[in-house]
Every structure is written in structure tokens, then in C-alpha cells.
């Protein structure tokens, strides 16, 4: 079975200039979570999809922004980028299984290196 | 306020020898407790995982215990082997679902052989 997939692997763009990352759950998944990892932050959690759906979400300001497709892929959009945004940006997937009273692991793609210039 | 501790930013062990990993956090609502291994290049990986209502989970050679009363769970790797030398983080979910993860910062583990 493939693992979780992000596209583009790296990134170079300006401040002010917007972003969008992509991220392919592992098949059957239909959770996908999004984080920032820095330096200085450590793993942030930005925000949670699961059936098209918000379910949770970080403390980022609005400009950072998702969403989740009918077939689980999602997408994250920075706008108005700033040099802080520079990072590596984490998706994860897991089953959630409706009903389940265990809790699903995570599985994290490889990540999205952002270079804000 | 960080809310997952990992106050030991790296940790050195010799081929064969217990490493100890520790983590310390401030939610009492935290219901679920991760660890993940991290190498460069690479996203994390899961290894071992422990439900508050437990006070140890054992998974081959990774042991995690967890002290409720004291806010804080260690990660045991017996015997440690160079291949374990990554980056470790502590995690911790207030959601069953575990999807909504709150990092450490992570301990840099060293094994040397």
C-alpha cells in the first residue's frame, strides 16, 4: 500500500505570494491532518479534514487555510506569505474508523520544505 | 505555553545499553499518548502509543510508561541499537481520534556503536 504523498517536495516563493501544498492520504484513509514543523515552534498542528469536513483546527491566523476533496486528497493554502512561514509542512492520514473507541495512528507523508524569500 | 515537554534536547547511548526518553506535560485532559521516530528527510513514524487509563505499553524492544499523578511518560528502548539513532517526539491527543496532535520538540537520540 502507498503512503501518504506531497507534492511539491520543495518550495521557493517571496513574501507576499500565496501557496498550495498537496497531500494524498493513504488509500482508505479518510482523515488527513496538516502540520508546520520549525525550528524554533517544533510540530504545530494546523488543522484536521475528515469527509470534506473542518473537524479541528490550530491556532494559525486565517491565512492559512485548507481543504479535504471527495476522494480524501486535501490541499493547503498560505496567502500573504511571511518569512516565519518558512517550514516544513507535515500531512498525516489515519483511518478513523466511525465508531471505533481506539484510537487510529497517524501516518505522516515526508513533507513540504517552504522557503519564504 | 507549551503544553508537551521534552526538556533533554539530545542523548547519547552506547550499542546495547537502555535508553530513556522523557516527556512531561501540563493538560490533565490529555487521553492518549504518542511516540513518534523522526530521521532527516523524512516525516515521522509511529512507534508506540499509550491510553491514559494504562500505566505501561510494551511493544518489542520500546516500553512506554506513563505516571498520570506526575504529568509525564518515558519511552524505554532496550536493547538500543545505532539504527535507533533519530530524532524522538513525545505527543499527546485530547481527541480519541488522535488527529489533532500536540508536539514536543523533540529528543535527538545518539547511539553509538
Known amino acids: 500500500k502507498a503512503g501518504v504523498t506531497q507534492t511539491p517536495r520543495y518550495l521557493i516563493k517571496t513574501r507576499g505570494q500565496q501557496v498550495t501544498l498537496s497531500c494524498s492520504p493513504i488509500?482508505?484513509?479518510?482523515?488527513v491532518s496538516w502540520y508546520q514543523q520549525t525550528p524554533g515552534q517544533g510540530l504545530q498542528f494546523l488543522f484536521e479534514?475528515?469527509?470534506?469536513?473542518?473537524?479541528n483546527k490550530g491556532n494559525f491566523p486565517g491565512r492559512f487555510s485548507g481543504r479535504q476533496f471527495s476522494n480524501s486528497r486535501s490541499e493547503m493554502n498560505v496567502s500573504t506569505l511571511e518569512l516565519g512561514d518558512s517550514a516544513l509542512y507535515l500531512c498525516a492520514s489515519s483511518l478513523l474508523r466511525t465508531g471505533s473507541t481506539s484510537t487510529d495512528t497517524q501516518y505522516f507523508g515526508p513533507g513540504t520544505r517552504l522557503t519564504v524569500l | 505555553d507549551q503544553q508537551v515537554k521534552q526538556n533533554s534536547p539530545s542523548l547519547s547511548v552506547q550499542e546495547g545499553r537502555i535508553s530513556i526518553l522523557n516527556c512531561d506535560y501540563t493538560n490533565s485532559m490529555f487521553d492518549y499518548f504518542l511516540w513518534y521516530k523522526k530521521y532527516p528527510a523524512e516525516g515521522p513514524t509511529f512507534l508506540i502509543s499509550?491510553?491514559?487509563?494504562?500505566d505501561k505499553n510494551e511493544d518489542g524492544r520500546f516500553t512506554v510508561f506513563l505516571n498520570k499523578s506526575a504529568k509525564h511518560l518515558s519511552l524505554h528502548i532496550v536493547p538500543s541499537q545505532p539504527g535507533d539513532s533519530a530524532v524522538y517526539f513525545c505527543?499527546?491527543?485530547?481527541?480519541?481520534?488522535?488527529?489533532?496532535?500536540?508536539f514536543g520538540k523533540g529528543t535527538t537520540l545518539s547511539v553509538s556503536s
Open positions: 505527543a499527546a491527543s485530547v481527541d480519541q481520534a488522535g488527529t489533532a496532535l500536540i
Open positions: 488509500s482508505g484513509h479518510r482523515s
Open positions: 499509550i491510553s491514559s487509563i494504562k
Open positions: 479534514y475528515f469527509s470534506e469536513t473542518q473537524r
